[in-house]
């Protein structure tokens, strides 16, 4: 006999109170840029940590979360707008408005990685290994943000009647989709799914500081990339504002080429047995060094 889940208790049905945290007169402080200034703390401090751990100067890390700042956010944003151009086309003064959600993770890891390299180019340190102390801090990050769009009332799935489902104000859903309340909490899954992952690359560090198992350099960054990849290729399905490119969710797609990379670096560091080309050893090499 099948079990029918939408006659279990509802314990777990959301609703969001709305985007706003504070608002007295003109200042006003969202949920969403909330998470966002919670989550870079956290990251930072993480970050920082676990460099003392690998005695790598912590310093270094607080230097370069402003650079993945100052490269993430922007990007992250332009990603979004760029897929969304059509609507932003009409309203142009919506653009810069960031405090009112829209930016895509996948974005914000291209500038990032970007901010990453040039940083690790002036400081001629090893990308790699600032890349494999970010990586707990990042996807921990992204965790924490995902309840950003719980508050916007964004990022849902698809109706469902499930015990954990999701109410959404009439005027977030889809036209499509006016008459249904309940949505999967998309957000949630993703959310949880991160924190897994997480607990995977938090495990694998402090293991790999006794030597069990003893990780090169850049495990923990593919890693990083093929798990949280495979969580969002599933996930992205369940969700009705997929950024698309023609009939192809961009999301997916980028996380298929995520998880091939993920995995191909893996191979390239356990089967293949060979270290991962370090930005600045290559630049030397190359004469490029000044």
């Known amino acids: 006999m099948a079990l029918d889940l939408s006659t279990l208790p509802l314990a777990f049905q ?5 985007p706003i945290l504070v608002k007295i007169g003109w200042f006003t402080i969202r949920w ?20 003392k751990r690998r005695n790598v100067n912590p ?21 979004y707008v760029l897929f969304q151009w059509s609507e932003y086309a009409q309203h142009p003064e919506r653009i810069i408005a960031i405090w009112q959600g829209g930016i895509a993770i996948h974005g914000a890891i291209i500038g990032g990685v970007v901010a990453a390299l040039i940083f690790a180019k002036i400081k001629q340190i090893s990308f790699w290994q600032l890349a494999d102390l970010v990586a707990p801090s990042l ?5 924490i943000g995902r309840w950003g769009n719980f508050f916007n009332s964004e990022a849902f799935g ?39 992952v997480f607990a995977l690359l938090i495990t694998l560090f402090f293991r790999s500081l006794s030597g069990k198992p003893a990780l090169k350099t850049g495990t923990l960054s593919f ?19 997929s950024l698309m490119l023609g009939p192809l969710r961009i999301a997916q797609v980028v996380s298929l080429v995520g998880i091939v990379l993920g995995l191909a ?26």
């Open 139 to 143: 996807i921990l990050g992204q965790a």
């Open 32 to 51: 969403y840029g909330f998470f966002i200034a919670i989550a870079v703390l956290i990251g930072v401090t993480l970050s920082q940590f676990l460099a």
């Open 59 to 79: 310093e270094l890390l607080s230097d370069l979360s402003i650079w993945l700042v100052i490269g993430a956010i922007p990007a992250a944003r332009l990603y």
């Open 223 to 241: 890693v990083y990339l093929a798990a949280y990849s495979l969580g969002r290729l599933w996930i992205e399905g369940f969700r009705t504002d």
């Open 14 to 18: 959301f609703t969001s109170p709305g």
């Open 265 to 290: 670096g893996l191979a390239w560091l356990y089967i293949a047995k060979r270290p991962l080309p370090d930005v600045v050893s290559t630049l030397e090499a190359n004469g490029e060094r000044r």
């Open 158 to 196: 698809s109706p469902t009647n499930l015990p954990w489902k999701l109410s959404i104000p009439p005027q977030n859903r889809p036209p499509e989709l006016a008459n249904f309340e309940y949505f999967h909490p998309t957000f949630l899954y993703e959310s949880v799914w991160n924190l897994m």
